[in-house]
């Protein structure tokens, strides 16, 4: 064997022990810790306790606020009267308002204590995904909340109003207008969690992006299921526009997965 023979394969163990070596430190626990099961439930119960804590803390200080609050979803009914149609109604509505914002306001704590409690048993690999699947979480679940404010909302509401109209005098209860917005908002959130879940499984390996691409078809059905089930309201207006942006989400997030080469 030549000498140049001899230099390349070297050269070729060298790369396969360096590629090796990179892999075994990403698989690696740095912060391992032996913990018997009775330590992991009492770290678990010490993490709820405190996001229980941040979320009263946020309602009860959303609470103070509630009256603006209330006004400010108030808006997209364009004028229609709200009735209190039994007593204390409006006062179990303030609270209901008051702990949705707070556990919105708390989310990003309550998060925190996740992604700890968690931590010590991920590898470098997926701590890695870490920072991206906790910022993007947090940014989707707010576009969700502002765009079912925006779009999906004053389209449900606009329809009812306009429908009817001549026939009925537009006067509702506040508790089942509440009921309505708060269901649209956090559903609308929920289902702009699509990118993140498509992320974290194809940088798991679970599914690669042909995969996501090849099941289209179920998708688009999906997302008109998925758009009947979330909107509380049965006009096909609202349906259409959360079941469109669910598709956008979902093929954004295939982006997403070809973009880290999976």
Known sequence: MSRSSEAETTTVKDVEVDTNSQS????????????????????????????????????????IFVKQIVQLLEIPAQGVKFL???????FFVSIKVAG????????????????????????????????PVFMG???LFLSGLVFAYYALIPAALNFFINYGADVVEQSWSIDKYFEF????????????????????VGALGIVSS???????????????????????S??????SL???????????????????GK
């Open 24 to 63: 075994e430190f990403l698989s690696e626990l740095p912060d391992e810790v032996e913990m018997s099961l009775f330590d992991h439930l009492e770290e678990l119960r010490s993490r709820i306790f405190y996001s229980l804590i941040a979320v009263v803390l946020s309602a009860i200080g959303c609470f």
């Open 84 to 90: 209190q149609l039994a007593p204390g109604e409006y």
């Open 100 to 131: 949705y914002s707070g556990l919105v306001l708390a989310s990003p704590f309550v998060l925190y204590q996740l992604v700890q409690f968690v931590l010590p048993g991920l590898t470098r690999r997926e701590r890695r995904l870490l920072i």
């Open 137 to 139: 979480s947090t940014v």
């Open 181 to 200: 917005v708060l269901l649209l908002l956090f559903s609308t959130g929920l289902a702009f969690q699509i990118p993140v879940i498509q992320l974290l």
């Open 210 to 232: 042909k995969v996501m691409i090849s099941g289209w078809r179920y998708v688009i059905m999906g997302a008109v299921v998925l758009g009947a089930i979330l909107t509380p």
């Open 234 to 239: 049965t006009d096909p207006l609202t349906q």
């Open 242 to 260: 959360l079941a469109g942006a669910v598709l956008g989400l979902y093929f954004g997030g295939i982006g997403l997965v070809k973009l880290i």
